[in-house]
């Protein structure tokens, strides 16, 4: 992903509304007061008859694409938030059975909060830094290849909790750094453009109305945009996704 564009997902949305509210206002003026007069001519009826089919066929393109990419964004980010929990439960799991062993193995306790303590802390201070900047990698960290140890010489329930943690952690660096393809947001610009032109040469015999129509639809579309940049990345931007739940193992871990 371009860092100019990451720049602009980690302002906060009320500065992200305005950019892009700006933009498209923009846009909309300049096919308003120079691309319309130019297609339609001053009195708006050089291009003749301009069927609103035309728009409508246009807009619902526009509007299926932003859908498709906004389910897309949002199921990847809900897929990165349950595995960020599901890490975390796992490591609490790790605790738990941990605590749960008595007798001649009862000093695995101790281990075992070391372990997830040191676990914890790495992925706090360490990766979860890189996953804004798509420099995470799913390269073993030697804290996780201590807890791997651990588990493999524990019972099956350790071992079980500690695949867990490791297969929860894949997908938060695999998924969470997933970005939107560059292609995809060509096409919905140009589609966005699309819809403009075609709302602006609709009402071309009609300045007042164009005016009007042109700010409504480019209000819409800003706000679709607004949808995809808030949710563009999840680990950047004002509703970034943050350890809490495993600064809570990592408090546990700790006492």
Known sequence: MNPLFDAVLAL????????????????????????????????????????????????????????????????RGDRVREAVLEEASALEAVLDEAEAVTGDQAAMHAQAQTLVAAYAKATIDTEWPKLSQSAATLDRPAELLALRKFGGASNEAVRDAVKRVESARQIRIREGQLTMPRSRWVIVFLLAMLTLISIGALHGDAPRGRALALTLVSLAIAFCFMVLFVNGRPFIGEYAIQPVALRDVLARASK
Not at 30 to 49: E, M, N, S, Y
Not at 60 to 66: E, H, N, P, R, Y
């Open 12 to 75: 906060p949305t009320f500065v992200i509304a305005l950019v892009l509210l700006g933009g498209w206002g923009a846009v909309a003026f300049a096919i308003h007061r120079f691309l319309v007069p130019r297609i339609c001519g001053a009195d708006g009826k050089r291009l003749g008859r301009f069927e609103a089919e035309v728009t409508s066929q246009i807009a619902l393109a526009f509007g299926l694409l932003v859908s498709f990419n906004a389910v897309w964004v949002w199921d």
